[in-house]
T-cell receptor
Framework: GQNIDQPTEMTATEGAIVQINCTYQ??????LFWYQQHAGEAPTFLSY????GLEEKGRFSSFLSRSKGYSYLLLKELQMKDSASYLC????????????FGRGTSLIVHP | EAQVTQNPRYLITVTGKKLTVTCSQN?????MSWYRQDPGLGLRQIYY???????DKGDVPEGYKVSRKEKRNFPLILESPSPNQTSLYFC?????????????FGPGTRLLVL
């Protein structure tokens, strides 16, 4: 089985940097996803990490450490529109494409 | 425009009345899947398909069926809906490209079973 933990809620100030952590325990590992989901809308793909290290895409970066079962999503220069739920999902077992989602972190950005 | 479409977007039905939610993608993706999202439980995968005529169960397949007769379409079938299938449903597709993967979600179908 899998266990994925992320904080339930975080708040941050516009213009600041926020780091959303995700820890996981799986019997195997085949990639970790981050998604953004605004209320009432579909999740939007942000990143996919399968190798250790940091991947940067504009204001968003995602980091993975497979040995520690740990990932984070880093959001820079926060904007009000970044207020959303951020979902971490892990796929385990080579050849299986069943990702397990965490319950999401609700990020509130205030002025 | 690359997209995943679902229909209907909203549906109210009664227990036992068979229904189908359609899903279509125009990106020639091989991998498609269905999820349901419930408060406090997050997104859970119902079924997935890795290519035409290849489907497999996800974490919560009970009460659902799928088919993949052609690459672009992946309908979700509820043969006899029950109130515990009231949920928000998402279809997704992705292109498997070595170590990289980009997954696209449809807009969602909100289902209420009375």
């Amino acid at each position: 089985g899998q266990n994925i933990d992320q904080p339930t809620e975080m708040t941050a100030t516009e213009g600041a940097i926020v780091q959303i952590n995700c820890t996981y325990q799986t019997s195997g590992f085949n990639g970790l996803f981050w998604y953004q989901q605004h209320a009432g809308e579909a999740p939007t793909f942000l990143s996919y990490n399968v190798l250790d290290g940091l991947e940067e895409k504009g204001r968003f970066s995602s980091f993975l450490s497979r040995s520690k079962g740990y990932s984070y999503l880093l959001l820079k220069e926060l904007q009000m529109k970044d207020s959303a739920s951020y979902l971490c999902a892990v796929r385990d077992r080579g050849g299986s494409y069943i990702p397990t989602f965490g319950r999401g972190t609700s990020l509130i950005v205030h002025p | 425009e690359a997209q995943v479409t679902q229909n209907p977007r909203y549906l109210i039905t009664v227990t036992g009345k068979k229904l189908t939610v359609t899903c279509s993608q125009n990106m020639n993706h091989e991998y498609m899947s269905w999820y349901r999202q419930d408060p406090g439980l997050g997104l859970r995968q119902i079924y997935y398909s890795m290519n035409v005529e290849v489907t497999d169960k996800g974490d919560v397949p009970e009460g659902y069926k799928v088919s993949r007769k052609e690459k672009r379409n992946f309908p979700l079938i509820l043969e006899s809906p029950s109130p515990n299938q009231t949920s928000l449903y998402f279809c997704a597709s992705s292109l498997l490209d070595g170590p990289q993967e980009t997954q696209y979600f449809g807009p969602g179908t909100r289902l209420l079973v009375l």
